[in-house]
C-alpha cells in the first residue's frame, strides 16, 4: 500500500509565517495606501463635491490639460525645482558624505552635527527659514550685505521666491540621502584605492574611476528618491508663502490640496495626482533605461 | 473557562465604551468647535454649563484644531458623522449649506415660543439665512474697527482719531495725515515705527468700500474691482504703502515685525474679536477703538460671524437646538461677549446693556462696536468665495508687493480671473 504524502499543516508551512509577521504592515498597506489609490483612480473619472457625484470619464484629465492655466504654472514650477534641487542635492549630499568620510578627529560629532537639520520636524524649519529669508533683517540679506550686494525680498518678490525653496531645500543635504551615501563610500574595499595608489593614480583620478563607479548604484537610488521627493515638495510652500506670491511657489502638491481640500474639487484633485503618478513612474522608467550606461553593481561585467 | 470569562468581560467592556447613553433617557449630543486656547475654555466652561442645567441632554465637546477643521467638518458631514450642533466659518457657510449638509431651522424657530427674530441685531439673522429659509445661530459675530495706540498719539502731538470722529473729520485724508505724522525712521534710514499697517484680506475691504468699490456687482455673477470706485479705493490701499510710505511693505512687515501690540503700529484695522489679545497683550501703552474712517462715498466696515448649524442627518435635532439656542441666549452672551469680550453680542438687549458699555478695561469707546455692526456691510461670502478669492488675490499681489504700482492695471487682471471662475460651471 502506497502511503499518501502527508499534507502540511498550515502552521508547518514557512510561507503561513512570513505572512503572519508581515500582517500588520499588509493590511495597513492594502487599506492606507492601495485602496485610496483605487478610489482615487475611480473618483479621477468623476465630478465629486463630497455631496454629489457624477460620471464624467476622463473630462477632467482634458479639462487640466487644456483649460487650467494653474495646473500647468504649478507643474512648471515643480519641475524647475526638480531640475535645480535634485543635482544640488546630490551633489552636496554626497560632498558632505565625503568629508564626513574623512579619518578626522570628531567625525562622529561632525555626522551627528550635520544630520541635526533633518531630525527637524519641516513646519518647524519652514519657521525658521522664514527669518532667514526677511528681507530686513533675515541672516541671508545680511551677508549678501556684507559683500556689498542689495537686499532681495526672497519670499515677497515673485523673481526670487522659487530660488528661496531651492535654497532652503539644501537644508536637506546632511540628511537620509547623506548617510546612504556615506554608507555606500564605507563600502568601497580599500585595496581599490591602495591598488590605484600603486598605479600611480592621484586623488581625483581615485574619486573619477574608484569612488564614482562604486557609488553608482547609491547614486541612483538617491536619484530616483530626490526627483520623487522633489515632485511631492509641500509643506514649506503652503506654510511660508502659500502658494504666492502672484503662485509663483505654487507647487503640484499644493494645487492638489488647494482642489481637493480647499475647493472639494475631488475628481479633479484625483486626476491631477494620477497625472503626477504618471510623471514620475515615467522619469523612473527612464531613469532605469538609462542606469544601464552608467550604474556598476559589483561584479557585474559592462 | 478564563478564557471564556475574558471573552465575556471584554464583550462587555467594548460595549460600554460603544454606548453613547450615559444615563436611561438622556439624549446625548455632540458639539463640535475650534478657536485658540481661551476661546476654548471657555465653551468648555458653556457645555458644561448647559449639561448641568439640562439634565437630560449631555453635551460633549469636540475640539478640533483649526488648521483641520474644514476638511474634517466636510468629511463629517458627507459621512453622516457630523456633531449634533458644529461651528462653522461663515466663509465656508455657503458652500456647505448648498452642499445640503445643513437642516433648515426655520420650522425649530417658529416652534419655540422664546425665539423672536426681532430680538437679534438683523445682520446678524441675514448671515444665516438663505432664500429666507435659517440654516444657522449667529455666534462670534463682530466687523472691522481701527485699534489706535494713544500713547503713540499724544507723544506725537496729533489729534486723538476718536476726537476727529466726534468732531465728524474722521476721513481718509486725515487718516493719512496722522499715520504719516507716526511713521519713524531711525538714525540708518530705517523705519522703527509705522502710521499704520495694511492688513490681510479681507480686513483691508472697508477701504474698497469707503471709496464706493465692491468685489463682485449685486447678483455676485461678475466682478466689480475694475469699476471706477473699486479702482480708486485698491489705488489708495497701495498708496498707503507706496506713496505715502506710512504702512509696511510686505518685506518690512514679515515675522510680524510690526504688530499693534508690540507697539510699533499706530492704527490698525482688526476684527472686534482682537480685543481680549490686546487686553492681555498691550502693557505699555494706552490704546482705544475708533470708527473706520469716512471715505469719499461711505465710512462702511465689514461684518462676519460663525454660524452654530445642525446637520441635516442630526438624530436628535430638538436636543441640538436647545443646545444651539442656550449657546445664543442672553445670559451666555453676557458671558462670552460683555465679561471676556470675545466678540459682539447678536442679541440687541446685550449689546444695550449698561455692562456691555463698560468702558473701565479698555476699549472705552464701546459704541464703536455697535456702530460699527449696525453699519457694517456683509462680504459677498458664495459657495464659491474661497475659488474666486484665491484667484484675485494671487493677481492683486502684484499691487500690494508693488512688482504695479497702478491699481487698474492689477484690477483688470483682477477681473478677469474671477470672471473666469464665476463663469465656470461650479466643481471643475
Not at chain 2, 26 to 46: H, S, V
Not at chain 2, 130 to 156: D, E, S
Not at chain 2, 295 to 318: A, M, R, W
Amino acid at each position: 500500500m502506497v502511503k499518501k504524502p502527508s499534507k502540511k499543516r498550515l502552521i508547518d508551512r514557512q510561507e503561513f509565517w512570513g505572512f503572519l509577521f508581515i500582517c500588520p504592515w499588509l493590511i495597513g498597506f492594502l487599506i492606507f495606501t492601495v485602496g485610496p489609490m483605487i478610489s482615487s483612480l475611480v473618483l479621477s473619472l468623476y465630478k465629486y463635491d463630497l455631496a454629489n457625484a457624477k460620471f464624467v470619464g476622463f473630462e477632467n484629465y482634458r479639462r487640466l490639460c487644456t483649460e487650467d492655466p494653474l495646473f500647468w504654472k504649478s507643474l512648471k514650477n515643480t519641475a524647475l525645482y526638480a531640475l535645480l534641487t535634485v543635482p544640488l542635492g546630490i551633489f552636496g549630499s554626497l560632498l558632505v558624505a565625503l568629508l564626513l568620510n574623512q579619518p578626522v578627529k570628531g567625525v562622529r560629532l561632525f555626522r551627528t552635527l550635520f544630520y541635526l537639520p533633518s531630525m527637524v520636524p519641516a513646519v518647524a524649519s519652514a519657521l525658521v527659514w522664514q527669518w532667514v529669508f526677511n528681507a530686513d533683517n533675515g541672516i541671508l540679506n545680511q551677508a549678501l550685505a556684507f559683500i556689498g550686494l542689495p537686499n532681495i525680498e526672497w519670499l515677497q518678490n515673485e523673481k526670487f521666491t522659487l530660488y528661496a525653496f531651492v535654497i532652503m531645500s539644501l537644508w536637506g543635504i546632511g540628511g537620509q540621502r547623506m548617510i546612504i551615501f556615506l554608507a555606500g563610500l564605507q563600502g568601497i574595499p580599500e585595496s581599490y584605492y591602495e591598488a590605484a595608489r600603486l598605479d600611480g593614480a592621484g586623488t581625483l583620478a581615485q574619486f573619477r574611476h574608484i569612488t564614482l563607479p562604486c557609488l553608482s548604484p547609491v547614486m541612483f537610488f538617491n536619484l530616483v528618491l530626490g526627483l520623487v521627493g522633489a515632485f511631492q515638495v509641500f509643506t514649506s510652500a503652503y506654510i511660508m508663502t502659500s502658494g504666492g506670491p502672484n503662485n509663483a511657489s505654487l507647487f503640484y502638491s499644493l494645487y492638489i490640496f488647494r482642489n481637493g481640500f480647499e475647493y472639494f474639487k475631488l475628481g479633479k484633485a484625483s486626476a491631477m495626482a494620477w497625472i503626477l503618478f504618471a510623471i514620475l513612474l515615467g522619469f523612473t522608467l527612464i531613469q532605469f533605461a538609462l542606469s544601464k550606461k552608467w550604474v556598476h553593481y559589483e561584479g557585474e561585467a559592462k | 473557562m478564563n478564557v471564556h470569562r475574558l471573552c465575556i468581560a471584554l464583550i462587555t467592556l467594548f460595549a460600554c465604551g460603544c454606548s453613547t447613553e450615559l444615563g436611561a433617557g438622556k439624549i446625548n449630543i455632540r458639539y463640535m468647535a475650534w478657536g485658540n486656547p481661551e476661546q476654548m475654555a471657555l465653551e468648555e466652561q458653556l457645555c458644561e454649563k448647559f449639561n448641568l442645567e439640562n439634565p437630560d441632554i449631555h453635551v460633549k465637546f469636540l475640539k478640533v484644531p483649526g488648521t483641520a477643521y474644514l476638511n474634517k467638518s466636510i468629511v463629517m458631514l458627507a459621512s453622516d458623522t457630523a456633531a449634533d450642533v458644529m461651528r462653522v466659518d461663515h466663509y465656508n457657510f455657503a458652500n456647505l449649506q448648498k452642499k445640503g449638509f445643513f437642516l433648515d431651522l426655520t420650522d425649530l424657530t417658529k416652534a419655540d415660543p422664546d425665539w423672536n427674530e426681532s430680538d437679534f441685531f438683523p445682520q446678524t439673522i441675514d448671515e444665516c439665512k438663505v432664500n429666507g429659509h435659517v440654516y444657522g445661530l449667529n455666534v462670534l459675530f463682530g466687523g472691522t474697527v481701527i485699534y489706535y495706540n494713544k500713547t503713540m498719539m499724544a507723544r506725537a502731538g496729533v489729534e486723538d482719531p476718536y476726537v476727529s470722529w466726534s468732531k465728524g473729520r474722521w476721513n481718509y485724508d486725515r487718516f493719512v495725515d496722522i499715520a504719516t505724522k507716526l511713521t519713524k525712521k531711525d538714525g540708518n534710514g530705517k523705519y522703527i515705527q509705522f502710521g499704520t499697517a495694511i492688513p490681510v484680506f479681507p480686513s483691508w475691504t472697508p477701504m474698497l468700500y469707503g471709496f464706493g468699490g465692491d468685489f463682485l456687482n449685486s447678483s455676485h455673477t461678475k466682478s466689480a474691482l475694475s469699476d471706477p470706485a473699486a479702482v480708486a479705493g485698491l489705488q489708495f490701499i497701495s498708496d498707503l504703502r507706496y506713496k505715502y510710505a506710512c504702512a509696511p511693505t510686505l518685506a518690512q512687515s514679515s515675522n510680524s515685525a510690526f504688530t499693534f501690540e508690540s507697539g510699533k503700529l499706530g492704527m490698525s484695522f482688526d476684527w472686534m474679536g482682537m480685543t481680549p489679545r490686546y487686553r492681555k497683550a498691550v502693557k505699555d501703552f494706552e490704546w482705544d477703538v475708533v470708527p473706520i474712517p469716512t471715505g469719499p462715498v461711505s465710512g462702511q466696515t465689514i461684518v462676519k460671524g460663525n454660524q452654530l448649524v445642525i446637520p441635516s442627518h442630526c438624530k436628535n435635532p430638538k436636543a441640538a437646538w436647545r443646545f444651539a439656542r442656550f449657546i445664543t441666549s442672553a445670559k451666555i452672551e453676557q458671558l462670552l461677549y460683555v465679561k471676556n469680550r470675545r466678540c459682539f453680542p447678536t442679541r440687541i438687549e446685550v449689546a444695550s446693556s449698561k455692562e456691555f458699555s463698560d468702558g473701565t478695561l479698555p476699549p472705552s469707546q464701546i459704541h464703536t462696536f455697535i456702530g460699527a455692526v449696525q453699519g457694517g456691510k456683509q462680504l459677498p461670502i458664495d459657495n464659491r468665495w474661497a475659488e474666486w478669492t484665491t484667484a484675485m488675490n494671487n493677481e492683486l499681489d502684484l499691487l500690494w508687493n508693488g512688482r504695479e504700482k497702478n491699481a487698474k492695471v492689477v484690477a483688470d487682471r483682477a477681473t478677469k480671473v474671477i470672471d473666469k471662475v464665476l463663469t465656470e460651471e461650479p466643481g471643475w
